[in-house]
């Protein structure tokens, strides 16, 4: 008899869609943390990176009928993170263009909490440099180059499960990640240029 | 391109041997060009430098916490995946229970009833409930549209449901006025857009017509802010 551990995502969410909410188990475990790095890279705070985990495979189960198996459940899965988070910073910034308030403290994000391998004070500077000009280079990013990029660069998602995550043709999937390292280089080179 | 040593390499081949895809025309150029090898070092200063900023491991156990947060709202999200056969049966008394709530909401407010005995803090309660349910209901309705594929008679269940959410919704947005947060009402006047559209679809509703409501759903973030509404309204609820 197969064990629940070795069944497929596929196996598993057919089985979910016959009502079996414990069989979903199966695939929030599997792909939580995935989910929580994805969300992490795209939102850079930790609170709503776990908000877009709840929320992810909670779309995810009331929409299990409409995964149909033509990509892996990850690439869905990251498909409907990668919107869950995108909504979120639409809604902050439709937020903060409302309150605009200078002196209102932003929330921290990952960017301000590197932690550098080596206490190197040269590569501390350009690390403080690049920390301070990630963030607004990451958010001149169009939605679909930061989701391509997120997913290539630090997921290391090949070019064809971008493609079907975004719901493109590779090549439109391609372009979007030079789009992103390019745009990515020309905010960053201010401080790369530091020491280089 | 990349063969010859005058055509440099673009930023797009860097980026692509950055991630290990090398063509054996560029490697060759890469042999003869000084040039193009130091651009692609600084490619790969740069976007190596990037992963040098960790994403926080979750604690052990994590994904078991994950599955205890995520279940009861998986049994909340099973009581509500109504289909539309059952609606009618569900869907009357709620109206109703609207109706009567918002009569007596404006008729407080405008200081002709005493709100039949009902302390303000219950009819807040009762308010706030029912517009979780009604945002509940809408999420449902959303979340087939927005996954709903092109067909004949897409919207054949969806336009009742949608009619009667926005008859619903209109009257919430009524008992919410005067409130002092007026983000509620606000995203009842987004819904109650989009309800109406879906309500007076025409009959030949065509496929780039589903894709733009999908894409106007998707553009305006609309599920997204209904269910967080709805989240901090059923956080404030268990305040009350």
Same mark, same amino acid.
Request: proline letters at 4%; hydrophobic letters at 40%; charged letters at 30%.
């Given at each position: ?116 391998? @080596? =206490?190197?004070? *040269?590569? &501390?500077?350009?690390?403080?440099? !690049?920390?301070?000009? %990630? @963030? =607004?280079?990451? *958010?001149? &990013?169009?939605?679909?180059?930061? !989701?391509?990029?997120? %997913? ?45 | ?240």
């Amino acid at each position: 008899m197969t064990s629940r551990m070795e069944w497929t995502d596929e196996a598993v969410a057919a089985e979910t869609r016959k009502g079996n909410t414990n069989a979903f188990r199966v695939l929030v475990e599997r792909h939580s943390r995935a989910v929580f790095r994805l969300a992490y890279r795209m939102t850079g705070n930790q609170q709503d990176a776990e908000d877009m985990v709840q929320e992810t495979f909670l779309r995810a189960y009331k929409q299990i009928g409409h995964f149909d198996g033509r990509s892996s459940f990850s690439t869905w899965l990251y498909r409907i993170c990668s919107n869950c988070s995108l909504d979120l910073i639409r809604s902050r910034k439709a937020h903060e263009k409302k309150r605009d308030s200078p002196g209102e403290e932003k929330t921290a994000s990952w960017i301000d909490r590197l932690a550098a391998p @080596e =206490p190197d004070p *040269e590569r &501390l500077m350009q690390s403080s440099q !690049v920390s301070r000009l %990630l @963030e =607004p280079a990451m *958010e001149q &990013l169009s939605e679909m180059e930061r !989701v391509a990029f997120v %997913l290539r660069h630090f997921e290391g998602c090949g070019v064809e499960e971008i493609a079907k995550t975004l719901g493109v043709q590779q090549n439109a999937a391609k372009h979007s990640v030079f789009r992103a390292v390019q745009k990515l280089r020309r905010a960053l080179e201010p401080a790369w240029g530091v020491t280089h | 391109m990349g063969g010859h040593p005058l055509n440099h390499l673009t930023d797009g081949e860097l980026t692509e041997i950055y991630y290990g895809e090398i063509a054996p025309a560029v490697q060759d150029h890469l042999k003869d060009c000084a040039e193009c090898r130091d651009r692609l070092r600084q490619t790969e200063d740069l976007l190596c430098s990037l992963l040098q900023y960790p994403v926080p491991e979750p604690e052990e156990g994590y994904e078991g916490r994950v599955w205890a947060e995520l279940v009861p709202r998986l049994s909340q999200n099973k009581t509500w995946n109504i289909r539309f056969l059952w609606k009618p049966l569900v869907f009357a008394p709620a109206l109703v229970a609207v109706v009567f709530l918002t009569a007596t909401v404006w008729l407080v407010r405008q200081g002709a009833h005493h709100g039949f005995g009902i302390s303000q803090q219950d009819q807040a309660r009762v308010l706030s409930n029912t517009l979780t349910e009604h945002l509940d209901r809408s999420q449902v309705l959303l979340l087939e549209l927005a996954n709903a594929k092109p067909g004949p008679n897409v919207l054949k269940n969806a336009q009742e449901f949608a009619r009667d959410l926005a008859d619903e919704n209109r009257l919430l947005r009524f008992a919410s006025h005067g409130d002092r947060d007026e983000t509620n009402r606000v995203l009842l006047e987004e819904l109650e857009r989009v309800l109406l559209s879906i309500a007076n679809a025409p009959a030949n509703f065509s496929s780039d017509d589903l894709a733009a409501l999908q894409r106007r759903i998707d553009d305006e973030g609309l599920l997204f802010k209904v269910r967080i509404t709805d989240s901090d309204l059923r956080s404030k609820e268990r305040k009350l």
